[in-house]
């Protein structure tokens, strides 16, 4: 529940409220790194998804493709290269030009 808990509100580890009876922050970081490790998390999402796969429990239509991280078909045209655009350096916003300094008398 602690693991849960962090990764849905972004509370530091450090600040898990001890109430909730979960141990230590330290404790749950170390409990959610040797999960990932032994690969509980990988296999846990292939259970839910084969359980919600047959009983129709999953809505497709909702389902989205990151098409950046798919490998092209062969024969794929190559797209043309993009030329790198050079920035121009921004005036400051934060200040305003100064006359120089000069040595007091």
Do not use: H
Not at 62 to 80: C, T
Not at 85 to 92: G, N
């Amino acid at each position: 529940m602690g693991i849960l808990f962090v990764l849905r509100s972004g509370t530091p580890w450090e600040l898990l409220p001890r109430e909730m009876g979960c141990g230590s922050g330290m404790t749950c970081w170390r409990r959610l790194r040797d999960w990932q490790k032994a690969g509980v998390w990988d296999r846990l999402q292939q259970t839910l998804l084969d359980r919600l796969g047959r009983q129709n429990g999953i809505d497709f239509s909702r389902a989205s493709l990151d098409s950046a991280s798919i490998a092209a078909k062969k024969g794929a045209r190559r797209r043309a290269r993009t030329r790198p655009i050079e920035a121009s350096p921004a005036r400051s916003v934060t200040s305003s030009p100064m006359r120089r300094a000069s040595p007091s008398r």
